[in-house]
C-alpha cells in the first residue's frame, strides 16, 4: 500500500491506496506547529480507527506546498514507516514536460494535479483548484504542463470581507437563493458564489482561446461542488485528483526507490 500526502496551506489531505484503489482518505487542517511525533501518532490513530495495518503501508509520496512542514512529515513518515518518502519536486520523474519559465517554481499540487488529468481525462486539458489560492492550469493535447493563472482562494476573499468591512459579517457559504441579495448575508453568499462561476468561466474560455481548442476541465478542491454547479464550463469535479496524481507520479518513481524494510525491522 502506499501513503499519498498533499500538503496544503490550509488542509493537509491524506489517502491510503491498494494499488490504484483508495482504500481510506483523510482531511486534517496543516498546522505549523504540531511535531513529527505528533503527526505520526495521528497518522496510527487515523489507520486504526479505519482498520488499516500500517505494516501494509510499503511506501509514502509527499506533495507540499509549505516548505516549512516538509521535512516535519518527512521525518513523521519516515518513523511511522520506517522508509523515506518520495517528495515531488525538481529532479523527480512525472512524465510531463513543464513548460514554465522556472519549472521548479511550480507548486507540487499543481503538478500532481495536471498528471492525474491528463492521465484521466486526457488532453487538452484545463484543471481547476478552488484551495488556499484557485489555481488554473493548462496541459496541451500532447500531455504538456503549459501553465496557468492564480488567484485569491475563496477561503480568504471571504475572511479578508471579514477583517477589512466592519459591517460585515463572517458567514457560511452555500448556494444562494438567486444573484439578489435581500439581507446582508445573502448578498455576500451571492457576491463570492456567482462572482468565482463568473472567474471561472472568464478564465477558462480565454485559456481554450489561447489553447486554439476546446479542452476538458476538471475541478478539485473542497468548494469545487458549490462553484461546479453555477457554471457550465466544469466537465467533471474530482476531488482527489491531487491525491491521484501523487499516487501516478510515485509509480513513475517506484523502481528507483529503495525498497522498504521489512514490517519486523521498522
Excluded at 500538503?7 to 491498494?18: A, E, F, M, Q, R
Amino acid at each position: 500500500m502506499l501513503l499519498a500526502l498533499d500538503i496544503g496551506n490550509t488542509n493537509t489531505c491524506i489517502g491510503i491506496y491498494d494499488g490504484k484503489r483508495l482504500m481510506s482518505e483523510w482531511r486534517v487542517s496543516t498546522d505549523r506547529r504540531k511535531t513529527r511525533d505528533e503527526y505520526r501518532l495521528m497518522l496510527g490513530h487515523m489507520a486504526e480507527v479505519d482498520g488499516i495495518d500500517a505494516k501494509g503501508i510499503e511506501a509514502s509520496a509527499i506533495s507540499s506546498v509549505v516548505p516549512p512542514l516538509t521535512p516535519i512529515w518527512e521525518a513523521a513518515l519516515q518513523k511511522y514507516l520506517g522508509s523515506r518518502p518520495l517528495i515531488i519536486g525538481p529532479g523527480v520523474k512525472t512524465g510531463m514536460d513543464l513548460r514554465y519559465d522556472s519549472p521548479k517554481d511550480v507548486g507540487a499540487d499543481r503538478i500532481a494535479g495536471a498528471v492525474a488529468a491528463y492521465e484521466n481525462y486526457g488532453g487538452p486539458c484545463i484543471i481547476v483548484d478552488f484551495g488556499t489560492a484557485t489555481t488554473f492550469d493548462a496541459v496541451s493535447k500532447s500531455g504538456q504542463y503549459l501553465g496557468g493563472a492564480i488567484a485569491p482562494g475563496i477561503g480568504i476573499s471571504l475572511e479578508a470581507l471579514f477583517e477589512h468591512a466592519a459591517r460585515l459579517p463572517r458567514i457560511d457559504l452555500v448556494r444562494p437563493r438567486g444573484v439578489i441579495g435581500r439581507n446582508t448575508v445573502w448578498a455576500m453568499q451571492a457576491g463570492i458564489v456567482y462572482g468565482f462561476a463568473g472567474q471561472v468561466e472568464f478564465i477558462v474560455a480565454r485559456m481554450k482561446e489561447e489553447l486554439g481548442e476546446n479542452a476538458f476541465v476538471v475541478a478539485t478542491g473542497g468548494l469545487a461542488p458549490l462553484i461546479a454547479y453555477e457554471t457550465r464550463v466544469i466537465n467533471k469535479v474530482d476531488p482527489l485528483l491531487v491525491l491521484e496524481g501523487i499516487r501516478i507520479v510515485w509509480e513513475r518513481n517506484r523502481e528507483s526507490l529503495p525498497e522498504a524494510p521489512p514490517p519486523d525491522e521498522r
